[in-house]
């Protein structure tokens, strides 16, 4: 049951966070792909280091997930608008629209990073449901002229709470995408 829980609630926050993204092609100065030279966002190819334990996942729609007990990790994607320029402001509206829809969660700063050799944004919020409190990582990066949103979620109040964190953040460091 608990699996299920740790699985559905992330999977309500993926789509809360893919209501946000844009839906039409969009150019993006770091990659030099404009308009329809953008990427399909079904033509990236995913390659993460999966620590021992995880296991891939087919997902229609995800680029990539993989499980390992109740944590998750999914890599998505989605055309950017070519509105989209700025990231974090790219980030802060995606948290408002989370917000709006888990008002309950609580939400921590935005700091920016560099994943899959690009810079992008991340930030975690944590959800309590039926006494789990579960923390899902979000990290963002416009890449390929589309929005990859990585996310990787865990639940704190386990015993392994520590050792899943470290395998998310892992996982997080060694993304990497690819047109296919």
Not at 38 to 45: L, T
Not at 125 to 139: H, L, N, P, T, V
Request: charge should be negative; glycine fraction near 8%; charged fraction near 25%.
């Amino acid at each position: 049951m608990k699996k299920v829980l740790a699985a559905v609630l992330a999977l309500c926050m993926m789509f809360a966070a893919l209501a946000g993204c844009g839906i039409t092609p969009g150019t993006e100065e770091d990659t030099g792909e404009a308009g329809s030279k953008a990427a399909d966002p079904a033509s990236i190819r995913v390659t993460v280091d999966l620590p021992d334990g995880w296991e891939e996942k087919p997902n229609n729609f995800a680029n990539y997930q993989a499980v390992k007990e109740t944590s998750m990790f999914t890599v998505t994607s989605s055309r950017k608008l070519s509105s989209d320029n700025d990231i974090v402001e790219y980030v802060n509206k995606d948290i408002d629209t989370m917000k709006q829809a888990f008002g309950d969660a609580e939400f921590s700063g935005t700091e920016k990073i560099n994943i899959d050799e690009t810079e992008g944004v991340r930030f975690h919020a944590d959800f309590e449901i039926s006494g789990m409190k579960q923390r899902q990582i979000y990290c963002y990066y416009f890449k390929h002229g589309l929005v990859i949103m990585v996310q990787g979620a865990y639940m704190l109040n386990e015993d392994n709470a520590g050792a899943a964190s470290a395998e998310i953040e892992k996982l997080i460091s060694s993304v990497k995408t690819e047109k296919q």
